[in-house]
């Protein structure tokens, strides 16, 4: 019959299957199930693994960035302030400084020069212990038989004990030739002859007396020497002004409109050229010239600490009469040195920046959560905005060390 009729192939696979008894289909199926729970956990510590390690790994590079803009203000300056000397809201301290500068200028004229022979000399006194007055112009009778006169006025000081007093005077020969010129010598006070000071009073030279002169001689010319003082006048303000700044200690301020040369010029010989002089500068302390300015220009200033970054661009002017340019644009100076207040103004833009005080903000930061970032900014009125950058992104609080945070104003 077809419809029971078992096909042979079926029959010949079914009987080729090797037949397993129950106890050793378990054993198989408990080995498999331990296989697959085995390979399960070395997964599952693996993950973790990798976890843990990206957890250390976010800790060792970990990094915090502060951008800080501070609140700042555009000034534009044209005050006319006030300063005491070293005293006061704003003080000012003098610097003086003495140079010299010489050069050597080669004669383009021959003229007729009539020069006198210049020295110097200690005058004596042996008479008593009072002081002798010598009026300027003292004839003094030298050893090589001339006579030379003093410069100035001076007052001869007493003896002291047995020890004569003294007074070191320039001197110069009473007719102009080179005759005059000569080594040290020994004087009389012509003036005593005949007398019993005559013998008390004396005088030696320092040095050699020098610079006696009668006939042609090649000089220099006016325009010679206008240009070489002014060029002299240049190369020593700079040095003596580069002199100061160097010695300046920090926080001070010396506008290069606040120094002065007091020229003292000295025409050598005849073909060099000798200018002397003495530098006054003002010197400020900027923060405190910095918060005399915000307190003149910005209104319902608190007096919070603030700084002026371009300040050394401001133009100082000092407000003295008659202080009148020189060639070289340089100033006479007033007598600086006796200047107990001085009224100057300064003039240019100010950019005026609020301080900040970075140690603190970080200090309120350490271990505090991102979003509260903002809200301590708040207590930070000097501050305009700033930007906070945490690394790696999944980073949710600042660290608990300041060494971790760097900070940029």
């Not at 085995?38 to 915090?64: E, H, K, P, R």
């Not at 005293?87 to 301290?93: C, H, I, K, N, V």
């Not at 920046?353 to 708040?378: C, M, P, T, Y």
Request: hydrophobic share 40%; proline share 4%; net charge positive.
């Amino acid at each position: 019959n077809r419809k029971t009729q078992i096909p042979q192939e079926k029959v010949r696979l079914e009987t080729a299957l090797p037949v397993k008894n129950p106890a050793q289909n378990a054993i198989h199926n408990i080995a498999g199930g331990q296989a697959s729970g085995i390979q399960y956990t070395l997964w599952f510590v693996a993950i973790i693994s990798i976890m843990f390690f990206l957890f250390a790994l976010s800790y060792l590079f970990l990094n915090v960035v502060i951008t800080v803009n501070p609140k700042m203000q555009d000034l534009i300056l044209n005050e006319n302030l006030s300063a005491d000397k070293g005293t006061g809201a704003l003080p000012f301290d003098l610097v003086v400084l003495s140079g010299e500068e010489e050069k050597t200028v080669t004669a383009t004229e021959e003229k007729d020069v009539s020069e006198k022979a210049k020295g110097v000399v200690l005058i004596y006194n042996a008479f008593s212990s009072d002081s002798q007055r010598l009026s300027v112009d003292t004839r003094l009778e030298g050893s090589n038989g001339k006579i030379y006169k003093t410069e100035k006025q001076i007052i001869v000081p007493g003896m002291k004990g047995n020890t004569p007093g003294s007074i070191e005077v320039g001197i110069y020969g009473a007719e102009a030739g080179k005759e005059y010129n000569s080594g040290p010598l020994d004087f009389s006070i012509f003036g005593f002859k005949g007398t019993s000071k005559y013998s008390k009073f004396y005088a030696r030279s320092k040095d050699e007396i020098t610079g006696g002169f009668k006939g042609k001689a090649p000089v220099i010319s006016d325009a010679q020497r206008s240009t070489t003082i002014s060029d002299l006048k240049t190369t020593l303000q700079t040095k003596l002004f580069k002199k100061a700044t160097d010695q300046i200690p920090s926080g001070f301020i010396l506008f290069k409109d606040a120094v002065f040369l007091n020229i003292d010029e000295n025409n050598i010989d005849h073909a060099s050229i000798k200018i002397k002089a003495t530098l006054y500068g003002f010197l400020f302390n900027e923060d405190k010239l910095a918060k005399k300015i915000a307190e003149s220009k910005i209104p319902k200033y608190d007096g919070s600490d603030i700084y002026i970054p371009n300040i050394k661009n401001l133009t100082f002017s000092l407000l003295i009469p008659k202080v009148n340019p020189l060639a070289a644009g340089f100033q006479e100076s007033p007598a600086f040195q006796d200047l107990q207040t001085i009224n100057f103004n300064l003039s240019g833009v100010a950019k005026i920046v609020w301080k900040l005080d970075e140690n603190k903000l970080i200090a309120d930061l350490l271990g505090k959560s991102r979003k509260n970032f903002n809200q301590i900014l708040l207590q930070y009125p000097n501050i305009d905005s700033a930007d906070l950058t945490i690394s790696p992104f999944w980073k949710t609080s600042l660290p608990d060390k300041a060494k971790d945070i760097k900070m940029i104003v």
